[in-house]
């Protein structure tokens, strides 16, 4: 089992800036997908960014430009520095990892923070 507990949510003003951390612990695999996800009130959760343990990202569209995901190998984080911040950005913010198992991909997820961006 892997446990991921997020921090770093918020309040923050439209042009600002956050920076959620998240810690894995448990069964890490030593290649897997780390990643962070969103899902606004009323809508599906959708990808935000992931990287690779071999260090390659992706990233939505929306964020592109504004968000950068990074992560620590040695110490099984993954961080978002998310800067000029949009309402639209006003989401709970989970944290995901995803280890391959066979030929499947398993998803682990953290509990969730709150990022609300005001206009």
């Known amino acids: 089992q892997v446990q991921l507990v997020e921090s770093g949510g918020g309040l923050v003003q439209a042009g600002g800036s956050l920076r959620l951390s998240c810690a894995a612990s448990?069964?890490?695999?030593?290649?897997?997908?780390m990643g962070w996800y969103r899902q606004a009130p009323g809508k599906q959760r959708e990808l935000v960014a992931t990287?690779?343990?071999?260090?390659?990202?992706n990233y939505a569209d929306s964020v592109k430009g504004r968000f950068t995901i990074s992560r620590d190998n040695a110490k099984n984080t993954v961080d978002l520095q998310m800067n000029s911040l949009k309402p639209e950005d006003t989401a709970v913010y989970y944290c995901?990892?995803?280890?391959?198992?066979?030929?499947?991909?398993?998803?682990?997820w953290g509990q969730g923070t709150q990022v609300t961006v005001s206009s």
């Open positions: 448990g069964n890490i695999f030593s290649i897997n997908i």
């Open positions: 995901n990892v995803k280890h391959l198992m066979g030929w499947n991909w398993v998803d682990f």
């Open positions: 990287i690779t343990s071999d260090g390659s990202t």
